[in-house]
């Protein structure tokens, strides 16, 4: 059973850089079928995009974001990553990592997720 | 972008009612549209896919129908574990976009 899980530190001072990591498990982040995303949500709001990666290191970007957003992957972990510099409270949300199959359904849709972390912008 | 929106916001409804919760796209995106359920404090799961194809695992109580721009989610006999929000998702084009969510309320 494919498990992602996200880790990065909660509480991140404004005009820094917060940084989460999300590990793979039960399956390989070199799978060709997938893409690989980052998605978050802040408190009592809607879901957003922020990025995706493939394992080959193509990348894409919310285009409001792109200025301040990095997302890396390292296949010899089985891990991708999400830089956000110059952070301010309006990044504050829940942030997920999720699997996005991109083969066989055209709709493409995320199918796996981890469970979340809060990232709370303060001082 | 593409702007996705979503009616009611928020609902109430007894077990065993039929629900309907209804996603409309800014333009049309033919059945590039997903559906998800979060229930508290969880993380999204997903139900629908190509607007209407059953995710494995997912009751037959729920459906998903429409293409274009107009699309609905139904709850054919509401259930106690069927508490939570749902959200629509267009992956017709990037950004890739979310509705806001509509809250089910038993």
């Known amino acids: 059973q494919l498990q992602l899980q996200e880790s990065g530190p909660g509480l991140v001072k404004p005009s820094e850089t917060l940084s989460l990591t999300c590990t793979v498990s039960?399956?390989?982040?070199?799978?060709?079928?997938?893409?690989w995303g980052w998605i978050r949500q802040p408190p009592g709001k809607g879901l957003e995009w922020i990025a995706n990666?493939?394992?080959?290191?193509?990348?894409y970007y919310r285009p409001s974001l792109k200025s301040r957003v990095t997302i890396s992957i390292d296949t010899s972990k089985n891990q991708f990553s999400l830089n956000v510099n110059s952070v301010t409270a309006a990044d504050t949300a829940v942030y997920y990592c999720?699997?996005?199959?991109?083969?066989?359904?055209?709709?493409?849709?995320?199918?796996?997720w981890g469970q979340g972390t809060l990232v709370t912008v303060s001082s | 972008d593409i702007q996705m929106t979503q009616s009611p916001s928020s609902l109430s409804a007894s077990v065993g009612d039929r629900v309907t919760i209804t996603c409309r796209a800014s333009?049309?995106?033919?059945?590039?549209l997903n559906w998800y359920q979060q229930k508290s404090g969880k993380a999204p799961e997903l139900l629908i896919f190509?607007?209407?194809t059953l995710q494995s695992g997912v009751p037959s109580r729920f459906s998903g129908s429409g293409s274009g721009t107009d699309f609905t989610l139904t709850i054919s006999s509401l259930q106690p574990e069927d508490l939570a929000d749902y959200h629509c998702?267009?992956?017709?084009?990037?950004?890739?976009?979310f509705g806001g969510g509509t809250k089910v309320e038993i």
């Open positions: 190509d607007a209407s």
């Open positions: 039960g399956g390989s982040i070199r799978d060709s079928d997938y893409y």
């Open positions: 999720a699997r996005r199959t991109m083969t066989a359904v055209a709709s493409r849709p995320y199918d796996y």
């Open positions: 998702q267009q992956s017709f084009s990037t950004p890739v976009s």
């Open positions: 333009q049309p995106i033919s059945s590039h």
């Open positions: 990666i493939y394992y080959s290191g193509s990348t």
